[in-house]
């Protein structure tokens, strides 16, 4: 999808509904605005409700200040206005009230940025704005004074975040990203403490860098890769509602046969991602003019090593990931489901992933479908792509429980004599 080319209120419409479909705000809470060429202000309303945005509900606002529409402007056009008058460079701000960033704001904290590894670099330094009456002229004033200092991402304390772009596409993958740091952070806090990334792993990072392959020109796809590539698209689109995901994060992939697999492209947005976007990789070399995602070659490393495994998926959900950025060890004997499609999980070094390629393949045996990363991600693999996925969804919601049992007590594991009972019943 060319978010470019949709006019400012398609644009507002489609993020908003992003943003009130995950659960990010509320029928009355949030703003989006898109200043044009022409320096109008594109912003929504105020008193309307947020889940049901037509195009008409959108109101313009010259750069003489007239306004155009059905309705007034957001009552928070005032601070809009200041960040684009502060920052030029800036076409696009969102502003919203995710319970995750609600909670940081209400204790005036900036979440840690350097859990996993992609949240500084998407949403780079974040600033903090003193509180404001929601509206005032005060407001806008504190929340450009920090968008003057150059940073693009601004936390309102005991009100929420503003994030500013160059278009607003960006900014929702910067305030989607940053609630998704959040979100982790929570969840790790309550089982533990997350570790923060060193400087040496953050340099490690650095050396994932966009992996270059040789190309090669398709002649025609089969009948078989048609089918993988409708299957994998619906099921990203399901993992992303889901939230097993964010818009920017996030790889699956599929064999199709022995010397080639179909995987998700680098820098699509999940969310819209079609079956022609998607990547064949084939003896080592990539389908021409597309760029497949980062961990390429872990997941051919993988297909070479375990013929068992049909389909790979990455992921960054935040429960499990809660259990991948702290010392805290998963323990799949909570419920029988939960042990049968993870057994015992593994937890290997953080970068491993792109430096220790074939160590990290040859793990997945067929007594470990799913390992966890340290702060980087969860990798599950199966026969068949709904079976890995079933195990990702499995994992993040086992991680759920086991976390949300923490306000209540000790959980009580399967004992190991009915663990053994399983592996009889179901010829582990």
């Not at 059905?70 to 502060?86: G, L, N, Q, R």
């Not at 689109?237 to 599929?254: I, V």
């Amino acid at each position: 999808m060319n978010f470019d080319i949709l006019h400012p209120a398609d644009q507002i419409i489609m993020i908003m509904q992003r943003i009130y479909g995950n659960g990010m705000t509320t029928t009355s809470g949030g703003n989006l605005s898109i200043i044009d060429e022409n320096g109008d202000i594109w912003i929504t309303p105020g008193g309307v409700d947020k889940g049901s945005l037509t195009r008409k509900d959108i109101i313009r606002v010259t750069k003489e200040g007239t306004v155009i529409g059905e309705h007034k402007p957001s009552i928070e056009f005032p601070f809009h206005k200041s960040v684009y008058d502060i920052r030029p460079d800036l076409k696009a701000v969102l502003h919203a009230h995710p319970p995750a960033l609600v909670a940081m704001s209400s204790v005036r904290k900036i979440p840690n940025l350097y859990i996993p590894p992609n949240v500084a670099p998407v949403c780079g330094k974040v600033g903090m704005a003193k509180y404001g009456l929601p509206g005032s002229d005060e407001l806008g004033k504190k929340i450009a004074d920090v968008f003057a200092e150059g940073m693009n991402t601004v936390m309102l304390e005991n009100h929420g975040v503003v994030v500013g772009a160059i278009n607003l596409f960006e900014a929702f993958k910067a305030f989607e990203t940053l609630d998704f740091s959040a979100r982790l952070e929570l969840k790790a806090n309550i089982i533990s403490r997350p570790k923060s990334l060193t400087p040496e792993q953050i340099d490690i990072c650095k050396v994932k860098q966009q992996v270059q392959l040789e190309e090669f020109e398709v002649d025609f796809y089969s009948t078989k890769e048609k089918e993988i590539r409708r299957e994998m698209s619906g099921l990203i689109h399901r993992a992303y509602n889901q939230q097993l995901f964010t818009s920017t994060q996030g790889t699956f992939s599929q064999r199709i046969d022995e010397k080639s697999f179909v995987i998700t492209p680098y820098g699509v947005d999940r969310k819209y991602i079609e079956a022609e976007d998607l990547v064949r990789i084939e003896n080592g070399e990539k389908e021409k003019g597309k760029k497949p995602s980062r961990s390429v070659l872990l997941h051919q490393k993988i297909y070479e090593q375990q013929p068992h495994v049909n389909s790979i998926i990455i992921a960054h959900a935040p429960n499990i990931m809660a259990f991948a950025t702290t010392d805290v060890d998963f323990d799949s004997r909570t419920i029988p489901e939960s042990y049968l499609l993870l057994r015992d999980m593994p937890k290997l070094p953080f970068g491993d992933t792109f430096l220790e390629t074939e160590r990290v393949a040859g793990e997945f045996t067929k007594d470990v479908p799913v390992i966890l990363m340290k702060n980087d991600c969860i990798i599950a693999t199966g026969s068949k792509l709904i079976e890995a996925f079933d195990r990702l969804e499995v994992a993040e919601y086992s991680a759920k429980a086991i976390i949300a049992s923490k306000s209540i007590g000790e959980i009580v594991s399967i004992e190991e004599s009915h663990i053994e009972d399983i592996k009889i019943a179901f010829n582990l």
